[in-house]
């Protein structure tokens, strides 16, 4: 990616015995995810993209936009870079209600530049019923949701979220997380993601970052690093597969959709979707199992002709193994006595019998 198009961003800043040092060219719009453990730099990143920590060798564009080029003494700081910036715990006005944390952040645009009007943000945060509420009074998933529609407010041409729904319980997550979604699909606006959970990262994120001891391990677009067996994410109870499918029937009374790929025709207990819509489906590893000759007789709906392309050890007894399923690339996490017992190797032809599938939207 070059000329006017994406994000390049060149950090290299020393904090203690800290070293981030990173070159990344990103896309211009989606989400970005960055990922790693604990302490890999996610939060340095980002805070030297905002401008709150000053990286001495550093290049920053945005969409053409040149935010910092310590080369040419370019620095804008941070209250001059139009983004928006997320944390993990919201921090709105508790003595305001919801309107006015929102007009604050509207203070600071000019209107000629404000690209998202104040009622989409609203309307996408799906916050209309809480303007006149005390901040204090909503529960952490609304404040965070109205969090997010205070930085979109600032018409940002860069938005940076750092853990947004780490402090959130699983039902308050699975309460915003719709939310994230429809920014993704709605918005221009480039997103910057910081999280730990690949649950998140394969719902949301398009592109991945991945960080480690403030390097980049590895970049590129998330389906495929998910899967790649020489990095994290492929390994551990949350491994999985995304693939993309078409809806091509629908068995209301069933409460079941069938979507083709290129690995055959996927089964997904959701009867409201519609034929001729693209979906995104997510296969967890550990839902997927290995057998030589293809079952017959079995209550399980999805199976697929597989080949195998590689075996790399997992958890204590556990394998997991990659599939070429017509060039779709699944997971499967077996174990390491099942793997001998079926003699696995790369080349293999098998059947993949999958007990659980996702439609991520
Ligand atoms: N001002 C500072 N002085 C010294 N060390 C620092 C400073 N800021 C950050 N660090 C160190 O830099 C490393 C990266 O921190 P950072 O917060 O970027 O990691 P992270 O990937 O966001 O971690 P987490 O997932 O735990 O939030 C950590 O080891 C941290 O202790």
Redesign the pocket.
Same mark, same amino acid.
Do not use: P
């Given at each position: 990616m070059s000329g006017n198009d994406g994000i390049r961003a060149t950090f290299s800043r020393r904090?203690?015995?800290?070293l981030?040092n990173v070159k990344l060219d990103l896309p211009g719009r989606g989400v970005t995810a960055v990922h790693?453990? $604990?302490? $890999?730099?996610?939060?340095?990143?980002?805070?030297c993209v905002a401008g709150l920590?000053r990286a001495g060798s550093a290049y920053l564009s945005v969409n053409g936009e040149v935010w910092q080029d310590e080369r040419a003494g370019v620095f804008l700081p941070v209250h001059r870079r139009p983004l928006g910036y997320v944390f993990q715990e919201a921090s709105l006005f508790a003595h305001l209600d919801v309107q006015r944390n929102l007009d604050y952040g509207l203070r600071r645009v000019p209107a000629a530049e404000r690209r998202v009007a104040l009622d989409q943000a609203i309307k996408l945060l799906g916050i209309e019923k809480l303007l006149q509420r005390r901040s204090d009074t909503l529960s952490g998933g609304e404040r965070q949701r109205v969090a997010i529609a205070r930085a979109l407010a600032t018409s940002p041409r860069l938005l940076l979220m750092?853990?947004p729904l780490a402090s959130l319980d699983v039902q308050r997550k699975a309460d915003v997380l719709p939310y994230l979604e429809r920014l993704h699909d709605e918005l221009d606006i480039p997103v910057l993601y910081?999280s730990?959970a690949p649950d998140e990262v394969a719902r949301l994120a398009d592109h991945l970052v991945l960080?480690e001891a403030?390097r980049v391990v590895a970049a590129g677009p998330t389906r495929e690093l998910m899967t790649r067996m020489d990095l994290p994410l492929a390994h551990g109870d949350s491994a999985a597969a995304v693939i993309e499918a078409t809806v091509n029937r629908v068995e209301p009374q069933y409460h079941l959709s069938h979507a083709g790929f290129a690995g055959g025709q996927i089964s997904l207990l959701n009867p409201s979707l519609t034929v001729g819509q693209r979906v995104r489906v997510r296969i967890q590893a550990r839902d997927v199992s290995l057998t030589l000759q293809k079952q017959e007789g079995t209550s399980v709906l999805n199976i697929f002709a597989v080949t195998v392309t590689g075996i790399s050890a997992d958890s204590p007894g556990q394998v997991m193994v990659g599939l070429d399923a017509n060039g779709s690339t699944l997971l499967a996490r077996i174990t390491q006595k099942s793997a001998d017992a079926l003699q696995l190797q790369p080349g293999s032809r098998v059947y993949a019998q999958v007990k659980g599938v996702a439609v991520l939207g």
């Open positions: 904090n203690g015995d800290f981030l790693g453990t $604990s302490g $890999s730099g996610k939060t340095t990143f980002l805070r920590e750092d853990e910081v730990h960080l403030g």
